[in-house]
C-alpha cells in the first residue's frame, strides 16, 4: 500500500524538484519528474471542452506501440489489443517527444531504471496504462518496479490489452481507484481496468456525476479517504 500512497502523493501533492511539462492546447498535459531517484509521470485531468470531446471517440484502434527496435508481438496488425482511440491519439502527438527526452537524459534513463511510477485523474488515468506499458516495452524495465494509478479513471481498453499490461507489470502493482459512486468509473461496461480496484467512500447514491466533480477537485477529502482505507487494508 505504500506505493498507492506515493501515487496519490505524485498526483495530489507538490512533491516535484524539477519537471517537464507537457501540454496539447490544454486539452492533453502531464508534468515527469524525478523523485527518490526515480522517474514520476503525472497526467492532468481534463480542463476544457477540447478534452472532453475526447472522451466520445468511442471507437478503438489496435494498438500501435512501436519499440524504438522491433515492435512488440501483440502490436501486429493480427494483435487483439484494443485501446479507446481518442486517448490513444492524444498520447501518439507526445510519445516520440517523451522517449527521446528519456533516451538522451543521463538523469531520466536512470531514474526510470530504478523505478515508473505512472499516475492519472479522471482522462488522464484513462491513459496510465498505455503510457507505462509503451515505456515498459521501450526500455525493457523490471515489471517490479513499475506502479500504476487510474484516479476517477473510465475504462478504455478490452481484455486483451489488460492481459498485456499484466504481462509486462504486476498486477498487485496497478490500482483502479473509485471515488464513492463515481459515474465516469462504471462508463463504456464493455471495456476493461487494469489491476486492483480500490474503492474509497461510500454513497448511498446508485451512480453520480457530482462524486466525479469532487473526485478530481477535493483533494484533501479524497487523500484522507485514502489514508483510512490504508489503515484498514
Not at 526510470?112 to 509503451?134: C, E, F, H, P, W
Request: glycine share 4%; charged share 25%.
Amino acid at each position: 500500500m505504500k506505493h498507492l500512497k506515493r501515487l496519490y502523493d505524485i498526483a495530489f501533492n507538490n512533491i516535484a524538484s524539477k519537471e517537464h511539462c507537457f501540454s496539447i492546447k490544454d486539452s492533453f498535459g502531464f508534468s515527469m519528474f524525478i523523485n527518490n531517484n526515480q522517474l514520476c509521470i503525472d497526467i492532468r485531468p481534463t480542463r476544457n471542452e477540447a478534452g472532453w470531446l475526447i472522451n466520445f471517440t468511442f471507437l478503438k484502434n489496435e494498438v500501435q506501440l512501436f519499440s524504438l527496435k522491433k515492435k512488440p508481438i501483440y502490436a501486429k496488425k493480427s494483435s487483439k489489443d484494443k485501446f479507446h482511440s481518442g486517448y490513444l491519439n492524444e498520447w501518439m502527438k507526445y510519445r516520440q517527444t517523451i522517449i527521446d527526452l528519456i533516451f538522451s537524459s543521463n538523469d531520466y534513463s536512470t531514474a526510470i531504471q530504478n523505478g515508473l511510477y505512472v499516475v492519472g485523474r479522471s482522462k488522464g488515468g484513462g491513459m496510465t496504462t498505455l503510457i507505462a506499458l509503451d515505456l515498459v516495452r521501450n526500455f525493457d524495465l523490471n515489471k517490479d518496479n513499475v506502479f500504476i494509478a487510474q484516479i476517477e479513471a473510465p475504462k478504455v481498453s478490452n481484455k486483451s490489452f489488460v492481459s498485456s499490461v499484466h504481462k509486462y507489470i504486476n498486477k498487485e502493482n496497478i490500482f483502479f481507484c473509485v471515488y464513492k459512486k463515481d459515474i465516469v468509473t462504471k462508463l463504456l461496461p464493455y471495456n476493461k481496468y487494469a489491476g486492483n480496484r480500490i474503492q474509497l467512500g461510500k454513497s448511498k447514491l446508485p451512480i453520480s456525476f457530482s462524486h466525479h466533480r469532487i473526485g478530481c477537485h477535493e483533494e484533501e477529502e479524497v487523500y484522507q479517504l485514502l489514508i483510512d482505507y490504508i489503515e484498514n487494508n
